[in-house]
């Protein structure tokens, strides 16, 4: 699976020379800096730490019950773009697709949405027939979370109550428990294979913190530096039995299976660029001696690494920035698992918050749109990618608005399986809500 360390540091420097050419080649395509608008618009955006829940002592609702939402869905011209917009949540409340690295939509096109939503006085998870306008509730736990779930297109979304894993089916409602975190740690956002079959995360330990200040991830370099011990699983959902996979006392977050091969996992060390210098990291679960969690696109002293995801081809695809002096240049990459590079793409100017690729990987969606160096209002927009000789293009697909502040107000854009729809979220109107746009349509 993994080639050696020495072999990937060659290829790291390989790469390093071309990306020395393409910048001395595409001046025009250098960012100045980071600002602070980089940093709440990108470089945090992969943390799964705390997401919101709502208060346990309200009415948890009724798995099962179905309401015909239809009255508020709105649709309409994005008058920025063109683009065709569906809103399809509204009434005051709080409403989440999934974390962008899950599917959000069932199926072969965006017909059948997922979604969370409080709206019966806590979170639960939901599935929105966008044509009829039902919504049917999935869950009825008393400590569900916004990102905490993933999806299958089957139809399957696992979710956790609390420490609890559950597997929920979206057409009958059958739910069963598949694994439970021990006591005193805390489990992290899940991603699944393909099929289904295996679903993975991370838990921690819980530490209190002491500097939490009400803006987002104000705990964070704390949380890092408190090293909690952090334990990597698989759950197997057919025998619903469980593997540790890998563990460490780092802040570990991100943990992504390989779309095809159960045997390959992907996770982060998390606590933001300022201090984790080695980001992303792969391990073989059927390793047979000694097995090792091995750096994946090891990392320069003046790099930053965000946002890695699995492409459908099992490529691994991620952001990454490279400072030289007081220039910043951002790219999309691509990579395989055992470490050999397949392409980088710089971009125009900053990078979007997060990324999302089509199934063939030839086009990418991402929750801002900067067109150059000096655009100022590029973090309103998603945008689609085209990656041509060593460079993003740039298209604005629609205006979102959002405010940032929170991990429900980040688009997190997705593409639904058909490539048309792209699912996403936004708190222009106040509340969290979910949409959907066209991407013919422009």
Not at 19 to 37: K, Y
Not at 45 to 63: D, E, I, L, N, Y
Not at 317 to 326: K, L
Request: include cysteine; glycine fraction near 8%; hydrophobic fraction near 35%.
């Amino acid at each position: 699976m993994a080639s050696n360390i020495d072999d990937l540091s060659g290829k790291q420097m390989q790469r390093r020379d071309f990306l020395t050419g393409l910048a001395a080649l595409g001046a025009a395509g250098a960012v100045v800096g980071s600002t602070g608008e980089a940093l709440a618009a990108g470089e945090l955006m992969h943390s799964s730490t705390a997401p919101s829940a709502a208060p346990t002592t309200k009415p948890v609702g009724q798995r099962g019950k179905v309401q015909n939402i239809r009255d508020e869905f709105k649709e309409y011209k994005d008058p920025k773009t063109g683009a065709l917009v569906r809103k399809l949540t509204g009434d005051g409340s709080h409403n989440v697709h999934p974390y962008f690295t899950s599917w959000a939509t069932l199926g072969d096109d965006a017909s059948r949405v997922i979604l969370i939503s409080d709206r019966c006085g806590t979170y639960q998870w939901y599935m929105l027939d966008v044509a009829s306008g039902k919504l049917v509730q999935l869950s009825a736990g008393e400590n569900v979370h916004t990102n905490m779930s993933c999806v299958t297109r089957d139809g399957r979304v696992f979710y956790f109550d609390g420490p609890t894993l559950h597997e929920v089916n979206a057409d009958t409602q059958e739910d069963r428990e598949l694994y439970h975190v021990p006591e005193g740690f805390q489990p992290g956002l899940p991603t699944c294979s393909e099929d289904g079959r295996y679903v993975v995360f991370m838990y921690r330990l819980k530490f209190p913190q002491s500097t939490a200040s009400g803006v987002i991830y104000s705990t964070l370099h704390e949380e890092y530096y408190q090293h909690p011990q952090s334990v990597v699983m698989r759950v197997d959902t057919a025998a619903a039995t469980a593997k540790a996979v890998w563990g460490e006392p780092q802040m570990i977050s991100h943990t992504l299976i390989h779309p095809t091969l159960p045997n390959i996992v992907l996770f982060c060390h998390e606590g933001g660029s300022q201090v984790v210098s080695q980001r992303m990291w792969v391990v073989d679960i059927d390793a047979k001696v000694a097995r090792k969690a091995v750096p994946l696109y090891p990392q320069g002293p003046n790099e930053c690494v965000v946002h890695e995801y699995w492409t459908r081809q099992g490529e691994v695809a991620f952001q990454y920035s490279m400072d030289r002096n007081d220039t910043r240049e951002e790219y999309n990459a691509f990579i395989r698992s055992d470490g050999s590079w397949i392409r980088q793409n710089l971009f125009p100017g900053k990078r979007p918050g997060h990324i999302q690729s089509n199934s063939d990987n030839t086009i990418v969606i991402g929750d801002c749109g900067y067109l150059s160096a000096d655009d100022t209002d590029g973090a309103n927009y998603l945008a689609l990618m085209t990656h041509v000789n060593g460079y993003v293009q740039v298209k604005r697909l629609a205006w979102h608005g959002t405010s940032w502040h929170t991990q429900e107000s980040h688009p997190h854009p997705r593409f639904a399986a058909d490539d048309r729809w792209v699912i996403y979220n936004s708190d222009v109107e106040k509340a969290h809500n979910v949409y959907m746009v066209d991407t013919h349509s422009v």
